[in-house]
C-alpha cells in the first residue's frame, strides 16, 4: 500500500458546485496536511495546511483531518473555473524534517 | 522575495549527455528538497539538504544521479550519462527551519531526454 493514495480523476463539475478531494494515508506518525494546487506547467503552490486533525476554513476552502480513519479532505464551495487545476495532498511526519510525501493528484476541471 | 529560482525551464537532451539543473532557493531557508514528477509516480523526494548538508539521499534512483550544495543560495541536480527514462518534471523546494512544514516550489525543470 503506497503512503498516500488520492484518485488521479479527471473531475469534472458545473461552476458553482461544491467540490470534494480526498486523500488517504497509511503512516499514523504524520502530523502536517496540507494541500496545495498546482496549474498546468507551474509549480505546486501551498493551498492550506493543517497540524494534526480537525478543521480549517480559509475563504471558499476548507480542509478537514480524520486521523482515526487516515482520512482527509479538502472543500471548494462556489466553484469557479479559475479553480481548475491540479489538487496534491501531502502529508509530512512529526519533526518536519523529512520533506512531505505527496499524493499523486487529483485533476479538476470546473465547467462555465 | 523572488521565490525558488530553477533553470533551465526546459531542456532537451539526447541520451548518453550530461545534464545539469539548478536551483536558488529562498534566502534565509535552511532547508532543500529536489523532487521529480510524473505521470506515473506523481511527486517523488530525490534528496534533500538542511545548511548545505546531504541529510537523506535514498530517493535518488541510480549513480547516474548525483546532487551538490556548495552554498546556502545554491544547489545543482546532475544526471550523468542521462536515459529516456528520466525524462520528467524535476521541482526544486525549500523551507525554513522552524514553524510548519511547509515547502515553496519552483517552476520546475522539464526534461526530455531523447
Known amino acids: 500500500q503506497k503512503e498516500v493514495e488520492q484518485d488521479p480523476g479527471p473531475l469534472s463539475v458545473p461552476e458553482g458546485a461544491i467540490v470534494s478531494l480526498n486523500c488517504t494515508y497509511s503512516?499514523?506518525?504524520?502530523?502536517?496536511f496540507m494541500w496545495y494546487r498546482q496549474y498546468s506547467r507551474k509549480g505546486p503552490e501551498l493551498l492550506m495546511y493543517?497540524?494534526?486533525?480537525g478543521n480549517k476554513e480559509d475563504g471558499r476552502f476548507t480542509a478537514q483531518v480524520d486521523k482515526s480513519s487516515k482520512y482527509i479532505s479538502l472543500f471548494i464551495r462556489d466553484s469557479q473555473p479559475s479553480d481548475s487545476a491540479t489538487y496534491l495532498c501531502?502529508?509530512?511526519?512529526?519533526?518536519?524534517?523529512?520533506?512531505?510525501?505527496f499524493g499523486k493528484g487529483t485533476h479538476l476541471i470546473i465547467q462555465p | 522575495d523572488a521565490g525558488v529560482i530553477q533553470s533551465p525551464r526546459h531542456e532537451v537532451t539526447e541520451m548518453g549527455q550530461e545534464v545539469t539543473l539548478r536551483c536558488k532557493p529562498i534566502?534565509?531557508?535552511?532547508?532543500l528538497f529536489w523532487y521529480r514528477q510524473t505521470m506515473m509516480r506523481g511527486l517523488e523526494l530525490l534528496i534533500y539538504?538542511?545548511?548545505?548538508?546531504?541529510?537523506?539521499d535514498s530517493g535518488m534512483p541510480e549513480d547516474r544521479f548525483s546532487a551538490k550544495m556548495p552554498n546556502a543560495s545554491f544547489s545543482t541536480l546532475k544526471i550523468q550519462p542521462s536515459e529516456p527514462r528520466d525524462s520528467a518534471v524535476y521541482f526544486c523546494?525549500?523551507?525554513?527551519?522552524?514553524?510548519?512544514?511547509?515547502?515553496?516550489f519552483g517552476a520546475g525543470s522539464r526534461l526530455t531526454v531523447l
Open positions: 534566502s534565509g531557508h535552511d532547508y
Open positions: 503512516n499514523s506518525a504524520f502530523q502536517y
Open positions: 501531502a502529508i509530512g511526519g512529526p519533526g518536519g524534517a523529512d520533506g512531505l510525501t
Open positions: 539538504f538542511n545548511n548545505n548538508v546531504p541529510i537523506d
Open positions: 493543517t497540524y494534526s486533525s
Open positions: 523546494a525549500s523551507r525554513r527551519e522552524s514553524g510548519a512544514n511547509v515547502l515553496t
